[in-house]
């Protein structure tokens, strides 16, 4: 199942990710952290991950930088910049538990899709 045809029904537009573009299982990490970061933050995360400019928007250059990748390791690393990402916000003692059991679970799902 495609990522962006997860969550439709709470009136979400997939991140402007290209989330069709990318690997099966890295578009499902992309796609969700979009729905619950931001889809900017989710493609900066993206980005940095794969050691490309994060400017925030999904070109040729980061495409070429994502499928260079193994995607069982991208998927890994995405889950440790989002889990990194996460704690670092003022409401990671809050919330950080529910978060982290998101993560691990998309992420599971992820890689269940390669």
Not at 1 to 12: E, F, H, L, Q, W
Not at 38 to 61: A, E, N, Y
Not at 76 to 102: E, H, K, M, N, S
Request: charged share 15%; proline share 7%.
């Amino acid at each position: 199942m495609p990522a962006r045809s997860i969550v439709p029904t709470i009136g979400t537009r997939p991140p402007a990710a290209a989330c069709g573009s990318l690997p099966r299982g890295v578009d499902l990490m992309v796609f969700d952290c979009g729905v619950n970061s931001g889809p900017r933050t989710s493609v900066k995360i993206l980005q940095r991950t794969v050691g490309v400019t994060d400017d925030g928007s999904v070109g040729p250059i980061t495409l070429g930088a994502v499928h260079a990748m193994d995607v069982r390791t991208l998927i890994d690393q995405l889950a440790a910049a989002r889990l990194a990402y996460l704690r670092g916000l003022d409401t990671f003692p809050i919330f950080g538990v529910g978060w982290t059991r998101r993560v691990d679970t998309v992420t599971a799902a992820a890689l269940a899709m390669i």
